[in-house]
């Protein structure tokens, strides 16, 4: 039998938010993987300016990116495991929260002209 998708049930805020945080997590400029756990402490999270940000190289609508800002995504993705929130504003993203298929990959990231 195939593995099930989505096997903790995130709904799609939470898969969009996780989905983004996975780019985050793998560029260096934005995050520090831990080569032991798999770990990935983000640095920042990016801001929104007109309709869209910038998310490592990739222009991202500011609609889909809403969850990033929404501590209630944050806390519904630790209850799972995915994240540790370590105080307000620092996150990391645990080496599940790393491998997790969110299904949308590359689907609403589009490479940045700017």
Known sequence: MAPRKNPLKLNKLQLRTLALAQVLANDPSTAQRDSDSGDAVLLGLPHAHGNH??????????????????????????????????GPVSITLTAAGVAYDTGFGDRFLTPSDH
């Open 53 to 86: 940000m910038h998310v490592g190289k990739f222009v991202v609508s500011s609609r889909d990116a809403s969850g990033l800002f929404n501590p209630a995504v944050w806390t519904a993705l630790a209850r799972k495991g995915l994240v540790r929130q370590e």
